[in-house]
């Protein structure tokens, strides 16, 4: 499975972009998609993840500012993100992992980056104040 980012770019405080995560296959029925962060000089983290039925989660620093979802018939992941601040400035992954991995297993391991197997290059968010 191929992965591959795009839609970073630079934005000022306050601030809207949206990042698209094209996929070389439909794993959409079988796959846990998910979207990284990993800020300079910083760990990478987890900010949303959709399951194959749709579920989503989000990391509290990005809760009523972000929105992640999918298109099932383009193969494409997305994050909406708005209210952009100064904070969010990081490289942005995308994720996936069947779903089968998390399977009665605690629902904090779908935020955790070594629970992933396919990765994109990353694109680039930078947000100035």
């Keep these: 499975l191929q992965l591959k980012e795009s839609g970073g770019g630079s934005v000022e405080a306050g601030g809207s972009l949206k ?12 796959y846990c998609m998910a979207w990284f962060r990993q800020p300079p000089g910083k760990e990478r983290e987890a ?7 749709g579920t989503t989660t989000y990391a509290e620093a990005v809760k009523g500012r972000f929105t992640i979802s999918k298109d099932n018939a383009k193969n494409t992941l997305y994050l909406e ?11 942005y992954y995308c994720a996936a992992e069947p779903s089968r ?4 297993q605690r ?11 396919y990765w994109g290059q990353g694109t680039q968010v930078t947000v100035s104040s």
């Excluded at 900010?47 to 039925?53: G, H, M, Q």
């Excluded at 991995?101 to 009665?104: A, E, L, P, T």
């Design 19 to 30: 990042l698209s995560c094209a996929a070389s296959d439909d794993p959409y029925n079988r």
């Design 107 to 117: 629902s904090e391991l779908r935020h955790e980056v070594g629970a992933y197997i």
């Design 81 to 91: 993100m708005n209210s952009l601040k100064p904070e969010d400035t990081a490289m």
């Design 47 to 53: 900010v949303a993840t959709i399951n194959d039925d």
């Design 101 to 104: 991995r998390f399977f009665g």
